[in-house]
Nanobody
Framework: QVQLAESGGGPVQAGGSLRLSCATS????????MAWFRQGPGEKEREGVA????????AYADSVKGRFTISRDSAKNTLYLQMNSLKVEDTAMYYC???????????????????WGQGTQVTVSS
């Protein structure tokens, strides 16, 4: 069973930083690409934020390029999302997702991901 547990969300002022974490099992890091998605207030769809393949290839949404960094630590079985220069429009529930194989080309298609965490809320105030 694939288990993903996000943490690190919370309130932050615009311009600030947060680091989200997604803890999972060693099995996931052996064969799954991982990604971060978000769903803002009132949004019907989840938006792809960043993804990382097993070989370290990364992909980012245009809206977060240069501000967010995705990384994975195999020693800790944890996926991270470092978020800097946060904006009010970054306010959302952030979800960790995993899927076997390469995922960086699927950042625009949340349905491709079969495994999801429960999410962690990020609220950016002006």
């Amino acid at each position: 069973q694939v288990q993903l547990a996000e943490s690190g969300g919370g309130p932050v002022q615009a311009g600030g930083s947060l680091r989200l974490s997604c803890a999972t099992s060693a099995y996931i890091f052996g064969g799954y690409g991982m990604a971060w998605f978000r769903q803002g207030p009132g949004e019907k769809e989840r938006e792809g934020v960043a993804a990382i393949d097993l070989d370290g290839t990364t992909a980012y949404a245009d809206s977060v390029k240069g501000r967010f960094t995705i990384s994975r630590d195999s020693a800790k079985n944890t996926l991270y999302l470092q978020m800097n220069s946060l904006k009010v429009e970054d306010t959302a529930m952030y979800y960790c997702a995993a899927e076997p194989g390469r995922v960086t080309e699927g950042l625009d298609v949340p349905l491709l991901f079969g495994y999801w965490g429960q999410g962690t809320q990020v609220t950016v105030s002006s």
